[in-house]
């Protein structure tokens, strides 16, 4: 599909359903930062808009502002590299969302956390994320 063709997210849903659609992304991680683990106050696009990156799941992942608004345009892997809280688990994990790998991306931010706890109703939403 050539990227003119896509469909984007915001064209298709009401208000509502954005509203939505970014809750479910922030409670995959049970609301914490993809990058530093703090908790995410926002919807970050890894591929950024301005380079073609689309307003998908795969593509979207909950940030704090303060990493969304370090990272910027910068390309993703590259501006992660250089942070002081890097954490492989958490890269691997970034890499795993963008393939749409959304199970092996929570166990290995799990891996990275400690902390964080699977929700109960992360399962009953599974087959949603494989078919988007
Ligand atoms: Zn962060």
Not at 50 to 75: F, H, I, M, R, Y
Not at 96 to 103: C, K, N, R, T, Y
């Amino acid at each position: 599909m050539h990227i003119n063709d896509a469909v984007f997210l915001e064209d298709l849903c009401p208000k509502s359903r954005l509203r939505q659609w970014r809750k479910s992304i922030h409670r995959i991680t049970e609301k914490s930062c993809i990058y530093c683990g703090k908790p995410s106050e926002s919807i970050d696009h890894v591929i950024p808009r301005s380079q073609g990156g689309l307003s998908t799941t795969k593509n979207c992942v909950p940030a704090c502002l303060s990493c969304n608004g370090d990272k910027s345009d910068e390309n993703a892997w590259y501006w992660y590299s250089k942070q002081k809280f890097f954490d492989a688990r958490r890269a691997w994990a970034l890499r795993a969302w963008l393939e749409g790998d959304l199970p092996l991306a929570i166990r290995l931010l799990q891996w990275a956390n400690p902390n964080f706890k699977l929700k109960e109703n992360y399962k009953k939403d599974e087959s949603e994320y494989r078919a988007a």
